[in-house]
C-alpha cells in the first residue's frame, strides 16, 4: 500500500514540532497525523532530540565594557608548558573569545592594555608578550629571548567549562573584583 502524505498534513506537524510541545507530545501529536505513515513517526522521534539538544557554551571570553579599544593577551599552561598569546583587539562595548571550547586549564593569566588611553589591567605574575602579534612558548628570559615582560592577574576558574572576564574603567562592586592601575576586571562564572 502506498503512502500519501499531503503537504498539508507536513506543514501541520512541523508547525506542532515548533510550537514548543514536549518532545514525548510532539511525537504523539506527529504519530496521530502521520498514521498512513509510521515511518515518519520514527523518523521525528530520532531527530527531535537532536534538533533540541543544544552545544554546551565553553570557552574563555574577555568583555570590554570600557569606551575604547583593549587589546588583551592571556597566558595559560599547556601540555608542552607555558604559553602566552595576543593580542586580541576588543572594541568598546564588545566580547571576545580568547579560548574556544571547553577549558583544559584550571588557572589562565590575563594582561590587557587601554589603546587609546594607555591604562592597563594588570597583576603579579610575570609573563612574556610582543609588540605585534605573538605565542610565546615559555614565561622566562623574555627580554633576553627579544620579547616584553608584563605583569598577569591570575584567574581560578575552579575547573569550570567557560569563564568571561569583563573589563571596565570603573570600580565594580562584589568579592570577586580585581584592580590593577585604576582599571576593574570583574570575572564571571557560567
Known amino acids: 500500500m502506498r503512502s500519501h502524505f499531503s503537504e498539508k498534513g ?15 507530545s510532539a511525537v504523539r501529536q506527529c504519530a496521530r ?3 498512513a505513515v509510521p515511518l515518519l513517526a520514527v523518523a521525528a522521534a530520532l531527530i527531535l532530540p537532536l534538533i533540541a539538544a543544544s552545544p ?9 565594557a570600557t569606551q575604547n579599544l583593549v587589546g588583551v593577551g592571556i597566558g595559560y599552561r599547556a601540555k608542552a608548558g ?11 562595548s564588545s566580547c571576545k573569545t580568547l579560548i574556544e571550547g571547553p577549558l583544559s586549564s584550571r588557572f589562565y593569566y590575563l594582561y590587557a592594555e587601554d589603546a587609546e588611553r594607555g591604562g592597563r589591567w594588570e597583576g603579579p605574575i610575570s609573563m612574556c608578550v610582543a609588540e605585534k602579534e605573538f605565542k610565546i612558548a615559555g614565561v622566562n628570559d623574555c627580554v633576553a629571548r627579544g620579547f616584553q615582560r608584563a605583569g598577569f592577574q591570575e584567574y581560578d576558574t575552579g575547573e569550570q567549562s567557560s569563564w568571561m572576564v569583563q573589563l571596565t574603567d570603573k570600580p565594580a562592586t562584589g568579592d570577586d573584583d580585581k584592580t590593577a592601575a585604576g582599571k576593574t576586571v570583574n570575572e564571571t562564572k557560567p
Open 10 to 24: 507536513l506543514r501541520n506537524m512541523l508547525a506542532i514540532i515548533t510550537r514548543g510541545f514536549g518532545m514525548a
Open 82 to 92: 607555558w604559553i602566552t598569546e595576543g593580542w586580541w583587539h576588543i572594541e568598546a
Open 56 to 64: 554546551a557554551w565553553a570557552d574563555f571570553r574577555v568583555c570590554n
Open 33 to 35: 497525523k502521520a498514521r
